[in-house]
Structures are given as C-alpha cells and as structure tokens.
T-cell receptor
Framework: GDSVTQMEGPVTLSEEAFLTINCTYT??????LFWYVQYPGEGLQLLLK?????DKGSNKGFEATYRKETTSFHLEKGSVQVSDSAVYFC?????????????FGKGTLLTVNP | DAGVTQSPTHLIKTRGQQVTLRCSPK?????VSWYQQALGQGPQFIFQ???????QRGNFPDRFSGHQFPNYSSELNVNALLLGDSALYLC???????????????FGPGTRLTVL
C-alpha cells in the first residue's frame, strides 16, 4: 500500500540555520504531495503542496519539489526562526475530486533555539 | 469563519465504554474525514463522509462508526473502548474551492481521548 517515510527526529537548530527534512514516498500512480505543520496544542495546517512531478510548492519561506525519479518531497528553508518550532508531517493523497484520503508520515519535531 | 471545530477538547473514558466525538466543518464544506493520531505518530485515516454516507474507510475495526448530518456536521463513535484507542482524533473538512475543485483538507484542533 501507499506509505510515506520521513527522517527521524527530533531536529534541533539554531535560529537562521538551514533546514532540510527528508521525505520519500511509495505509491502507485501519481499522488499529490503535501507538507503539514502542527504547532503545540493545535490541529494540522497545510504548509505547501505539489500535485505533479517537478512542481515546487512554497509558503512562508519553506519549499519542496516533487521529484518522481527519486520519489521524494524534501522540505527546505534557508533561515529558520524560533516560531518555526513545530512538528512537520509529509503526506500524500490519491484519487480525484474530493474522494481522496491523506497518508501521513510519522512526523518530524523541529526545535529552533534563539 | 470559525473553521473546523471539534468537541469535546478532552475526554477520559474507561475500557469497554462508548464515546461520541463531534465535528463541525468549515463553512461551505460538504466532506468530512476523521483521523486517529497516536502519540508520536502521524494521523491515520479512519473514514470519510460525503452526502451523509461513508464513502471511504481505512483499516479500522467496526467498533469505529460515524454519521454525517444534513448540515454536514459529523460524529465519530467508538464502542467497546480499548486502551489502544487513546489518541488525538482529528476531523478534517473540504469543499469545492474557487477553481471548482476539491484540493485541501482543513483540520480541526482535535479531541484528546484517554482510555483508562
């Protein structure tokens, strides 16, 4: 079945450091790929997405490129802030219209120190 | 716009009991999905409701059931609770966007269920 594998956490960085969180997936067909963020005590928020190969999703300084040849969707940010501390989830979905479900990775906890 | 709301926020039950969790979707959304997030894990899909019917189901036993009402709100019911049912239960809603397609699920803050 479909699955998502994320790099093990936790990840601890200093403010203004470069961030990479690796994500690879296994799926048949052409899934859409997502990064969600979960701040403490809150629900998941969509950070960015890409729906086809070579698409780049970006938001709030975060970027990820859909690489079909390596089945990857790594999350990057050039300069992290303390406010970026959260749990990040990589996810995929398949199916058309609203008839799809999200398959998530286990999440990566990011802590950014001042 | 209140977004997706869930109630209650926290709940404590004992093994064997039954529980009902509630979700109100974001305004204009007609599809509701439920996910279970165990501690330290990613959310796992339970099922999805559209037009008051269960349209998709994940790998969860029949103890997990649901309902969607005409106003699109939804309930998740879990019978014969087990210790392993302790988790954060997330509701997500979606609807037709400006481009006329479904393309994003919006999540509520979740209900934290503890089974003792």
């Amino acid at each position: 079945g479909d699955s998502v594998t994320q790099m093990e956490g936790p990840v601890t960085l200093s403010e203004e450091a470069f961030l990479t969180i690796n994500c690879t997936y296994t799926a048949t067909g052409y899934p859409s790929l997502f990064w969600y963020v979960q701040y403490p005590g809150e629900g998941l928020q969509l950070l960015l997405k890409a729906t086809k190969a070579d698409d780049k999703g970006s938001n709030k300084g975060f970027e990820a490129t859909y690489r079909k040849e390596t089945t990857s969707f790594h999350l990057e940010k050039g300069s992290v802030q303390v406010s970026d501390s959260a749990v990040y989830f990589c996810a995929l979905s398949k199916g058309g219209g609203s008839n799809y479900k999200l398959t998530f990775g286990k999440g990566t906890l990011l802590t950014v120190n001042p | 716009d209140a977004g997706v709301t869930q109630s209650p926020t926290h709940l404590i039950k004992t093994r064997g009991q039954q529980v009902t969790l509630r979700c109100s979707p974001k305004s204009g959304h007609d599809t509701v999905s439920w996910y279970q997030q165990a501690l330290g894990q990613g959310p796992q899909f339970i099922f999805q409701y559209y037009e008051e019917e269960e349209r998709q189901r994940g790998n969860f036993p029949d103890r997990f059931s649901g309902h969607q009402f005409p106003n699109y709100s939804s309930e998740l019911n879990v019978n014969a609770l087990l210790l392993g049912d302790s988790a954060l239960y997330l509701c997500a809603s979606e609807g037709l966007g400006a481009a006329g397609s479904y393309n994003e699920q919006f999540f509520g803050p979740g209900t934290r269920l503890t089974v003792l």
